[in-house]
Each structure stands twice: as structure tokens, then as C-alpha cells.
């Protein structure tokens, strides 16, 4: 089937009582059994809910997996991926990903006996030499948030199945519709729904997938062990959300293509984060592993002043956490999604006080334009 045909109907039959259409919400915590020692296959909503598994197996058929997991949050499911590593054993992450990552990985995870890596995932070879004998994981995001860095999946794949080390992506803002890891070679991927699957910035939730048995039996375990699990409300607004994935994408990558091309000659834009764009280092990577450049890009303003000003002046784009919504969204990493990350950490990145993100929603693309054009000329 085509994407668009899955991501409608994958997990979505009509509901077998009532042959109604959309999955009903299955409010419930806990189910009758027919009689002491017989179960009707549904026990408990920790465990079981029709609601979460319609998103679940709509999520595995989208990722191409073979089986996907719903999380209360995107870092309740990067959690679960890191549950699967164990005390003295080692990760390799990108070093410019969410800040939400990496607070979970410096500040709780090393806690318990967690040894951590952060270098250029950009860079194979890199990733090789920084791989030893007790590396379980390698972590990446591609792009990276907010810096828009691209990792080469396939020979990521490649490496990682040769060492023996486990690959998970964060593919939060491509999504499936754009890319999809596991078939480069990955062996797990993850999501935070929240985003881009939701795309309605009205509920909160995390997804994983992988494309191996063993692994997500352990997962399956996990989930259910640590409960961190989504209420069937928030997994009925994600399927609600993924219905229109396809159509949303389209938009938001035609409005970001033109956002971009306005502000790549803006006299006040430094630099700009953009791999849509043909003098991007990795436009060509990205035209590999990737169907489609969406809507996240970056901007450096040059100064803390000057990020101020244009996130004070804007009107249409929202000042705010978060993206992947409708509506345009924009930010200040070092202040907001990364205010943990050391800033000579940053610094070394090329990750400025002056970096703006900007999640570009699926507005008419004028007005955003128009917005930016006002707010940067008080820059």
C-alpha cells in the first residue's frame, strides 16, 4: 500500500461491535474476565488498550518494523531504548542532539553506570574510532535538533551490524513520511508523537519501533514493567494526527523551502540551517536518505541581542517550546530545549547564543514571510 493508504487505514479497521470507522477511546483501567483462571486477552490498561495497540501497530506498519511501542512521552521512549543497555556498557550519541537527550543521558543515566560518547555522527569514521568493546548503542538524530546536521544511516547500518552495536534513530523530524531508518539499516527507531505525527500540539506521547524480534520482546517487557505508557485519549489524537501526515508534510516542506530561500539573502540571517538547500555541506546526503527536507531549520542572528529582537518582534510565529505543529513555532535553543547543555559544549558545535529555531507550520507562506521581513528589520 501507499503511505498515505497506511497511514489511514494501518491499525485503523472499523471497530468490530459497532463497524464504527474511527477507533473508539477506550476509557477503561482495568477489564471483566469471563471467569477465575480465563482471560478475554485484555486484563489491565497498563498492559493492554485496543486505543494504544491501533496506534502501535499503525505506527510498525509506517516504520516498516515489526513491531512498535506507545510511550507517555518522546523521552519516556528514549528510556525504554536505553533500558536495553546495561550498567558498565557504552553509548555513542550525537553530539548536537535535543537537549531533553541529553539531560537524560549526563544527569540520570550516568548515575547508573552508563558511559557515554558525544562526537560528530556526521562523520563515519569518527563514530568508528569512538567505538569500543562495551558500546551496546549508538544514538543518533538526523537531523540533528537544532543544528540540522545529517548522519549517513546506511553506513551507520552498516558499521553498527558489523560491531555488533545496536542503532537507534530519532526521527522526530522527518517522520516516516520522509524517512525511514530502519530500512538504511537501523535497528530501532523513535519518536517523539508530540511533533510531527500529532501535528496539532494537543497531547503528548513517544513511540518506538524496531525491526527486530528479539529486541522488542525486550521492549514489549519494558514498557509494561516501567508503565510509562500514553492514555488512550492522547494515542486517539495521535492517530487522528497521522491520518493527515502525508498532506501536512507536503506543506510544511513547501513552506519551509520558501521560507528558507528568503532568509539564506536576509542581510540580518549570519547563517542558516537548512539540508533543502543546495548549498547545504549534506544536500546530497540528504537527497539520499531522505524524500522530503520539511519544515525545521535554524538561524544564527549573530548575537543574544539580536535573538532577542527578532523572537520579540514576531506576531505570526509563536514564541514557544516545541514543534511540528500547524502552527509556526519559534525558539532559542540556548535558553529553552538546551539550557542544560554546558555552553562551551555548544559553543564548540558551532551553536551560538544567537541560533533561532524555526518550526515553519503550514500558514499561508506569505504572512510568514511577511512576519520574519518585519521582525528582522528591527534586528
Not at 488498550?49 to 516498516?64: D, M
Not at 530561500?261 to 544536500?283: E, I, M, N
Amino acid at each position: 500500500m501507499g503511505f498515505s493508504t497506511d497511514a489511514i487505514h494501518a491499525g485503523n479497521a472499523p471497530e468490530p461491535r459497532t463497524g464504527a470507522v474511527s477507533v473508539p477511546i477506550f476509557q477503561t483501567s482495568t477489564y471483566a474476565q469471563p471467569e477465575l483462571g480465563k482471560s478475554s486477552g485484555f486484563e489491565y490498561a497498563r498492559t493492554h488498550n485496543p486505543t494504544r495497540f491501533a496506534l502501535e501497530e499503525n505506527i510498525a506498519v509506517l516504520e516498516k518494523g515489526v513491531k512498535g511501542y506507545a510511550f507517555s512521552s518522546g523521552m519516556a521512549a528514549i528510556s525504554a531504548i536505553l533500558s536495553l543497555v546495561k550498567q558498565g556498557e557504552h553509548v555513542v550519541a550525537s553530539h548536537n542532539m535535543y537537549g531533553g537527550t541529553y539531560r537524560l543521558f549526563e544527569y540520570v543515566l550516568k548515575n547508573y553506570g552508563l558511559t557515554f560518547t558525544y562526537g560528530d555522527t556526521s562523520d563515519t569514521a569518527s563514530v568508528e574510532r569512538a567505538l569500543t568493546p562495551q558500546t551496546r548503542l549508538l544514538f543518533v538524530e538526523t537531523p540533528t535538533n537544532p543544528m540540522m546536521v545529517l548522519s549517513d544511516l546506511k553506513a551507520l547500518g552498516e558499521l553498527c551490524r558489523s560491531r555488533g552495536v545496536w542503532l537507534a534513530v530519532d526521527n522526530t523530524f522527518m517522520t516516516p513520511y520522509y524517512q525511514r531508518p530502519l530500512e538504511l539499516g537501523a535497528h530501532l527507531v523513535t519518536h517523539s508523537t508530540t511533533k510531527y505525527l500529532n501535528g496539532h500540539s494537543d497531547m503528548i506521547g513517544g513511540l518506538v519501533v524496531t525491526s527486530e524480534k528479539d529486541l522488542a520482546e525486550k521492549l514489549g517487557f519494558i514498557q509494561n514493567a516501567v508503565g510509562a505508557v500514553p492514555g488512550p485519549m492522547d494515542c486517539f489524537l495521535a492517530l487522528r494526527g497521522i491520518k493527515t501526515l502525508a498532506v501536512r508534510m507536503d506543506r510544511h516542506s513547501l513552506n519551509g523551502a520558501r521560507v528558507a530561500d528568503f532568509l539564506k539573502s536576509h542581510p540580518k540571517v549570519k547563517k542558516l540551517y537548512y539540508p533543502g538547500l543546495s548549498d547545504h555541506p549534506q544536500h546530497d546526503l540528504a537527497r539520499r536518505q531522505m524524500s522530503g527536507f520539511g519544515g525545521m531549520m535554524a538561524i544564527d542572528t549573530g548575537s543574544l541581542e539580536a535573538g532577542r529582537t527578532l523572537l520579540n518582534r514576531v506576531r505570526l510565529f509563536t514564541l514557544a517550546e516545541s514543534l511540528g505543529g500547524v502552527e509556526s513555532l519559534i525558539s532559542h535553543p540556548a535558553s529553552m530545549t538546551h539550557a542544560l547543555v554546558p555552553r562551551e559544549e555548544r559553543i564548540k558545535w558551532g551553536f551560538t547564543d544567537g541560533l533561532v529555531r524555526l518550526s515553519v507550520g503550514i500558514e499561508d507562506v506569505e504572512d510568514l514571510v511577511a512576519d520574519l521581513d518585519q521582525a528582522l528589520s528591527g534586528v
